[in-house]
C-alpha cells in the first residue's frame, strides 16, 4: 500500500528560548551558530537530506534574523564577489535551491502544540513532518529521513525516540509501547515529563515527528495546559486513541542545543567533525587536557 508523501515541514521557532538568556535576548535560539552555520540551517539541510521541499518556519517577534538569513543580501553578496569569496555562502545558497521556504507567524507563545497549528493552513491535508532546530541530530542517513522511512513502512505518525537515563524522564514526553519492527515500538501511551518511579520506561520523544494531518484537529480540541500553553503531547495522546502512532528509536547523536551544555557539546563534536578546523582542533583540545 502507498502512502501520501511527506512533502512538507513544520518548524516552531517562535519559543523565547530562557534557557539560553542573555544570549536569546534579541537573537532567536534557531540562529545560534553551531562552528559555522546556525542551528537552523542544519535543521533545514536535514529535512532536504530527506526529500523534503517545503519548509514552514513559524516565527515569533524578535525573530526577523531567521528570515534575513535565508534572504539574498545584495550588499554582502556583492561584497564577497568583488573579492572572490562568494563560495562563503554557497551552501546557504545551494540549500534554498533546494527547499522553498514560508513564514507564518504566532502571535504569542502559547506552546509548541499552538505553533504547530500555525503551520495548518500551509500543510493542509496532508502528513508533514515537525522539527525542533534546538535538537540538532548528527546522523547518516539523517534522522528525519530514517523516520519518513518507517512511516512508508506504516502509514502512521511517527515520533523521534531515544532512551535516556532514568533519572531524566521528567524533562521528555515518555512512550509505553510494544515491539512494533527493528528499533520501533507501536505506542501504547505517551506521559508528559513523568517522575522516575512512574515512568513507563526510558524512551523519550525528541524534536522530531512525522504527523497525520487528523493531529490539528486534535490540537484544536486540546484545553491549554500549565502556563495557558497547548501542549503537542496532548494532541498526539487524543491522536492515539484512533489513530497509531509509532516511536522509531533513530540512529546517530543528538544534542539538546537549546540547553547551554548541550550546546558546547556539539559545537565541541562538529568543530572535530568539521574539516578544516579538525585537526588543529583535536590538537588543542588535547593540549588543554594535559594542563588539567
Ligand atoms: P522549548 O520547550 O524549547 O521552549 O520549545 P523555548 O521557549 O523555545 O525554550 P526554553 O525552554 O524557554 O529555553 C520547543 C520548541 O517549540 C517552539 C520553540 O521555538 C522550540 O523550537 N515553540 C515553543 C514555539 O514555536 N512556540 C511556543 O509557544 C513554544
Redesign the pocket.
Known amino acids: 500500500m502507498s502512502y501520501p508523501s511527506v512533502r512538507k515541514a513544520v518548524?516552531?521557532?517562535?519559543?523565547?528560548?530562557?534557557?539560553?538568556?542573555p544570549a536569546?535576548k534579541a537573537t532567536p535560539?534557531?540562529m545560534l551558530p553551531i562552528v559555522d552555520a546556525p542551528l537552523i540551517q542544519y535543521a533545514i539541510e536535514e529535512v532536504a537530506a530527506a526529500g523534503i521541499e517545503e519548509v514552514i518556519i513559524?516565527t515569533?517577534r524578535g525573530k526577523r534574523a531567521i528570515e534575513d538569513h535565508f534572504d539574498l543580501s545584495f550588499e554582502l553578496d556583492y561584497f564577497l564577489e568583488q573579492h572572490g569569496k562568494s563560495h562563503m555562502l554557497d551552501s546557504t545558497y545551494a540549500l534554498l535551491d533546494r527547499v522553498q521556504i514560508s513564514y507564518v507567524r504566532?502571535r504569542?507563545?502559547?506552546?509548541?502544540g499552538?505553533?504547530v497549528a500555525c503551520g495548518r493552513r500551509l500543510v493542509g491535508d496532508e502528513p508533514f513532518a515537525v522539527v525542533?532546530?534546538?535538537d540538532l541530530i548528527h546522523a547518516t542517513p539523517s534522522c528525519l529521513a530514517q523516520m519518513v522511512q518507517v512511516y512508508e513502512q506504516h502509514g502512521a505518525s511517527v515520533v523521534a525516540a531515544q532512551r535516556v537515563e532514568p533519572a531524566q524522564t521528567g524533562r521528555y514526553g515518555i512512550v509505553d509501547g510494544e515491539p512494533a519492527g527493528e528499533r520501533t515500538v507501536r505506542v501504547r501511551a505517551m506521559v508528559e515529563k513523568p517522575d522516575p518511579a512512574e515512568a513507563p520506561s526510558n524512551l523519550a520523544i525528541v524534536?522530531r515527528y512525522i504527523l497525520t494531518p487528523e493531529l490539528f484537529d486534535e490540537i484544536e480540541r486540546v484545553n491549554p495546559g500549565s502556563g495557558g500553553?497547548i501542549q503537542l503531547t496532548d494532541a498526539l495522546v487524543a491522536l492515539l486513541a484512533h489513530q497509531s502512532i509509532y516511536a522509531y528509536e533513530f540512529t546517530g547523536t543528538r544534542y539538546d542545543a537549546?540547553?547551554k551544555l548541550g550546546f558546547l557539546q556539539a559545537t565541541v563534536e562538529y568543530a572535530l567533525r568539521n574539516e578544516e578546523l579538525g585537526d588543529r582542533f583535536r590538537a588543542y583540545l588535547k593540549g588543554l587536557a594535559a594542563g588539567l
Do not use: I, N, S
Open positions: 518548524f516552531p521557532a517562535a519559543g523565547l528560548g530562557t534557557r539560553f538568556l536569546t535560539k534557531e513559524v515569533g504566532q504569542q507563545p502559547l506552546g509548541l499552538h505553533a525542533l532546530a534546538d524534536g500553553e537549546g540547553d
